[in-house]
């Protein structure tokens, strides 16, 4: 049974990407900031914490690792910044510290610890990333800024680990409550659900195709 850590599950497309792996038969170990210490399913494992606490990321990988093995990480977790989204002159320059720490930092410091164990189980490492890191929108210059910076990592990590799988995986817009927070006060009911991109995410962790930017 393959296990997988999936951070930032406990709402919107982490929460999605559990539910869909655990019914696959994955055993997934999550994490997140509201989560509680009861598993949501059989086969998940919850560890309740933030990702930029180095003490908790250890606990999630370890988890993972009392299972056997470790297949796959999920760097899910992230934070939009302010909202409303500010331009860049007028940006928080602490918040843009805490939007890096979040987005690009935590998630190579969990993927440094992940690296011995995905290795010995040909594994793969999942960065949700967004459209925001290669198109130009106004008011989007923090966080696209740093999802550009997690997609150059992941580019150069794929580079460098040759016998992983490394994807970089935009889900498109999606009902979520970040998604919701991004524009506030309109309404986001045309955006399809987290579930509904599921489906693709199970054929790429089991077809398996070559590293890279994916688009579900």
């Known amino acids: 049974m393959p296990t997988a850590i999936i951070t930032g599950a406990s709402r919107g497309l982490g929460r999605a990407l559990t539910s869909a792996l655990a019914t696959a038969g994955w055993t997934v170990v999550v994490d997140g900031r509201t989560l509680t210490a009861a598993p949501a399913e059989p086969g998940v494992i919850p560890v309740p914490g933030d990702v930029t606490d180095p003490d908790h990321r ?63 189980h040909d594994g793969a490492v999942v960065t949700i990333t967004s459209d925001a890191a290669v198109e130009a929108y106004a ?11 997690a997609e150059q990592a992941s580019h150069v990590l794929a580079v460098e680990e040759p016998d992983l799988r490394v994807w970089w995986v935009d889900p498109g817009d999606l009902r979520t409550q970040m998604h ?9 009911s045309d955006r399809p659900l987290p579930e509904t991109v599921t489906p693709a995410f199970l054929d790429l962790v089991t077809a398996r195709p070559a590293s890279g930017r994916v688009r579900l």
Not at 66 to 71: K, P, S
Request: aromatic residues 6%; negative net charge; hydrophobic residues 50%.
């Open 139 to 149: 008011g989007w210059g923090g966080y696209g800024a740093a999802k550009a910076a």
């Open 58 to 120: 250890v606990a999630l990988v370890e988890a993972a690792l009392a299972t056997g093995r470790l297949d796959l990480l999920v760097n899910n977790a992230g934070i939009l910044g302010p909202s409303p989204q500010p331009p860049l002159a007028d940006y928080p320059l602490a918040t843009l510290r805490d939007v890096f720490e979040v987005n690009v930092v935590a998630p190579l410091a969990l993927t440094q610890l992940a690296l011995p164990a995905l290795r010995k």
């Open 180 to 188: 919701a927070e991004a524009f506030p006060g309109e309404d986001i």
